[in-house]
Nanobody, 126 residues
Framework: QVQLVESGGGLVQAGGSLRLSCAAS????????TGWFRQAPEKEREFVAT????????YYADSVKGRFTISRDNAKNTVYLQMNSLKPEDTAVYYC???????????????????WGQGTQVTVSA
């Protein structure tokens, strides 16, 4: 069982930066692939980025590639999402998710993740 708590959201102007954090409970966090997803009002949830358990594999949605960076510190049981050059279309609730699949692969489908955080709001003003 893993519990996830996101933080770091807020209001920022277009072109600005934010760093989201996802703090996880549990001693074996390094065996969990972790992903970030987002959901804007009246839109479906969409994949943003994912990182495998060791941090050696990452994958990004095309819409954020080159602007966002996912990383993790397993000693702190925390995954980060550094978001630069933010755009108004990045406005959404951002969710952290963990997949208990051994942590080797990365996944873009939300159905691969068993554990979800409560979300943190990111608002980018024009």
């Amino acid at each position: 069982q893993v519990q996830l708590v996101e933080s770091g959201g807020g209001l920022v102007q277009a072109g600005g930066s934010l760093r989201l954090s996802c703090a996880a409970s549990g001693r074996t966090f390094s065996s969990y692939t972790t992903g970030w997803f987002r959901q804007a009002p009246e839109k479906e949830r969409e994949f943003v980025a994912t990182i495998n358990g060791s941090g050696g594999r990452t994958y990004y949605a095309d819409s954020v590639k080159g602007r966002f960076t996912i990383s993790r510190d397993n000693a702190k049981n925390t995954v980060y999402l550094q978001m630069n050059s933010l755009k108004p279309e990045d406005t959404a609730v951002y969710y952290c998710a963990a997949a208990s699949s051994g942590g080797f692969y990365v996944y873009t489908e939300g159905t691969a993740y068993a554990y979800w955080g409560q979300g943190t709001q990111v608002t980018v003003s024009a």
